[in-house]
């Protein structure tokens, strides 16, 4: 059957309702008023922070009740969550790795609408027919919200150590398997956060914080990261605590150590945009750390050990990267040597397999990877598919290479490339219900305010008429380092088929083009982000791709704050705004959780008067203003969100629905047993999603 996007009279009949004022619950309040600097900043909704009160779940319950009704309004809802289910439902198929402790291969796979993937362990390469499950997180929760966060094997082959995280939490459980007889042991790790296992012998070191007080799991500061080693057999509290800082709580530790176990790594971050790295020799009794680098405003990232040779990626020297090798000799920066020097494109990765060397570059937010020799000659170009981004695999002593590759338009593929040939073969295809010859994918470049040319990648359906009159779902990001590169999401393709318009920006803060691009969109160059994102919908507006009544923006995290900050900028744009998990209180975000890490983007408000001054000019929460009509909203968060904690979407939310003069739509969306994103069941997933695109083209008075 024919789908389209329409304008109908009874569509509009139906919308209608919209212009009626919702009657929203009156959220907890107090008198709260800070002073930063000599300036008082109320803070009414303050008791929204306290995610574990009851005023605050009996206005979560209430908020949630009026925004399911508002949804279950949409009469197509249900045929676009269908859609999307039809369209998940393919199966999905990591690519290979070998574990060489164990000898065996490991991939994951999901069979298409499975909750979380499986992970399956078979004896050769190409024998998935034989495969045996190793791992089934589905079978760890009813509902699918405990979630796989990584599987560590012991050098020695003897155990597996596997990371859970529940309801979307950052907070981390561990495990142990003994791989022999596929038995769960009696070990239990508890208040891990981002971290692994390394193993040493038979036994690894992982990073915890002391248990949080009862109430406050969520909510309360991440302080003094320990490092522990955890003896098989034995229990948590017997763990030995191999290092803490408490001069400098607020950073992460962590240890690394090699396969050959001759080298241990203990890496430092969370006080600038970097990391430094230092050194231990194991095979030397009583040996210690070695200082190896000593600027935290720039990255240094261990590739691999060979010997007694260590390969780092780093911007020092380089804001695009450059590729340094040095040994245990000469752990110095000062006495590392260049082997890849920087390039005009970004290099993202190296990968190191059977005596040579993968670079993976990105060029104007898209992959391209060559062949190199040890040497650090390039010897070929790995051709690939088309603009797109891949990710490579390979073991230094092996000879097998894989990638993925995705795009817009080309669901996540796994190749098989071969050295020798210079040829790659499909490994695993998936086979999605849609066809990707009947669509769009272009690359354009606009300028920004200041004149800075920007990627924006465009995806729709062929055939598309520029009229002005397409509904478009603008994408972004811009933070932190991270690229938007193109990548394929299933989700998409029902607005796309029936004439909407995919598009995705790669705004300055991001990675992709070096250390300058991030800095340009970082503490007082962040507005370049907004004006970017800003100026990406004015592009779309005066090409005629679309106009102010069919344009929507979407954002999470660090995007949230994106959306957040230009529907108050610019109310006057945009048709619909979707800020997720958003960071809406600039003033404040750092004193929750790990909110100081994102200090060396945004800046904090005791840093200074003229950071306050920044900070507060643009914090979304801070620029509601009384009397302005404000784009239809669907605020998303979640309740175990501690990573930007609810509280930033709570306080936006009760906001907006107090100041907003306009008879649109002002809801939020708080899901339950979920987080800030990573590990959500498909199921959730599906359904956030159907209730996203679904608000977005009600309001635009349009039907799926």
């Known amino acids: 059957m024919k789908k389209q996007i329409l304008l109908t009279a009874a569509l509009l009949s139906a919308t209608s309702m919209m212009a009626q004022k919702l009657t929203y619950p009156q959220a907890p309040k107090d008198g709260t008023i800070d002073t930063y600097f000599g300036v008082q900043v109320a803070d009414p909704y303050r008791p929204l922070e306290n995610d574990s009160s009851k005023a605050t779940a009996e206005w979560v319950a209430a908020e949630n009740k009026v925004t399911q009704e508002y949804l279950s309004r949409i009469p197509f809802r249900g045929k676009l969550l269908n859609r999307m289910k039809e369209l998940a439902n393919y199966e999905k198929v990591s690519a290979p790795s070998y574990i060489k402790s164990i000898g065996k291969w490991l991939f994951y796979k999901n069979d298409g609408l499975q909750n979380q993937s499986v992970l399956y362990i078979m004896d050769s390469l190409g024998d998935e027919k034989n495969a045996r499950v190793f791992l089934n997180p589905n079978q760890l929760s009813t509902d699918g919200t405990v979630a796989l966060k990584g599987i560590y094997f012991s050098h020695n082959g003897k155990y597996a150590a596997y990371a859970i995280s529940r309801s979307g939490s950052d907070w981390q459980e561990f495990y142990i398997i003994d791989v022999k007889t596929g038995k769960l042991l009696d070990d239990h790790i508890t208040w891990a956060k981002f971290s692994g296992a390394s193993w040493q012998g038979d036994g690894f070191y992982y990073s915890a914080y002391d248990a949080p007080q009862k109430g406050l799991e969520f909510s309360n500061v991440n302080s003094i990261q320990k490092i522990y080693y955890h003896k098989i057999g034995t229990p948590q509290s017997e763990d030995v605590l191999f290092y803490q800082n408490p001069a400098n709580p607020m950073r992460f530790y962590a240890v690394s150590v090699n396969e050959e176990e001759t080298m241990m790594f203990l890496h430092e971050s969370g006080a600038g945009s970097g990391n430094n790295v230092y050194v231990r020799d194991l095979r030397q009794p009583n040996s210690q750390f070695i200082q190896m680098t000593s600027n935290l405003d720039l990255q240094y990232s261990l590739v691999e050990t060979i010997g007694d040779k260590m390969y780092f990626l780093t911007n020092d020297g380089a804001p695009k990267n450059r590729l340094m090798v040095t040994d245990l000799k000469h752990p110095g920066f000062s006495e590392w040597k260049t082997l890849v020097p920087e390039s005009k494109d970004m290099l993202e990765g190296v990968t190191f397999v059977d005596d040579k060397m993968i670079l993976n570059y990105m060029k104007d937010a898209s992959s391209h990877a060559y062949v190199y020799s040890m040497d650090g000659k390039q010897l070929s170009e790995i051709k690939l598919p088309t603009l797109g981004s891949a990710g490579f695999y390979g073991e230094k002593d092996r000879k097998e290479v894989f990638y993925s590759f995705s795009s817009f338009t ?101 990675s992709e083009y070096g250390e300058e691009w991030h800095i340009a969109g970082t503490k007082m160059q962040k507005q370049n982000v907004f004006d970017d ?139 339950t047993k979920a987080g800030h994103g990573s590990g959500k069941p498909l199921s959730k997933q599906l359904e956030e999603q159907a209730d996203i695109y679904g608000f977005i083209l009600y309001n635009m008075g349009l039907k799926y």
């Open 533 to 671: 994102f800003i100026s990406a919908g004015e592009w779309l507006i005066e090409n005629k791709y679309t106009s102010k009544d069919y344009l929507a923006i979407v954002g999470g995290s660090n995007g949230g704050l994106l959306v957040g900050a230009c529907m108050t900028q610019r109310p006057d744009l945009f048709k619909v705004c979707i800020p997720q998990v958003g960071v809406m209180d600039m003033l404040r975000y750092h004193k929750f959780t790990i909110g100081w890490n994102w200090a060396p983007d945004y800046g904090t408000s005791e840093d200074s008067k003229e950071m306050f001054d920044y900070l507060h000019g643009y914090s979304p929460l801070h620029n509601l203003r009384p009397g302005t009509k404000y784009p239809a909203t669907l605020v998303t968060t979640a309740d175990h969100d501690d990573r930007v904690v609810p509280a930033h979407s709570f306080k936006f939310a009760a906001t907006l629905q107090a100041v907003n003069a306009a008879n649109t739509p002002t809801l939020i969306r708080i899901d």
């Open 410 to 510: 080309v669901p996540t593929t796994i190749y098989q490339y071969d050295l020798n040939t210079a040829n790659s073969k499909v490994y695993a295809a998936p086979k999605v219900k849609f066809k990707e010859s009947d669509y769009v994918c272009e690359q354009v470049f606009y300028p920004s305010k200041d004149g800075t040319k920007i990627p924006l990648f465009i995806t729709y359906k062929k055939g598309l008429k520029r009229n002005g009159k397409n509904p478009v779902f603008l994408y972004g990001y811009g933070g932190f380092n991270v690229p938007l590169t193109p990548y394929f999401s299933s989700v998409r393709i029902p607005f796309i088929e029936n004439g909407g318009i995919y598009a995705q920006a790669s705004l300055r803060g991001g």
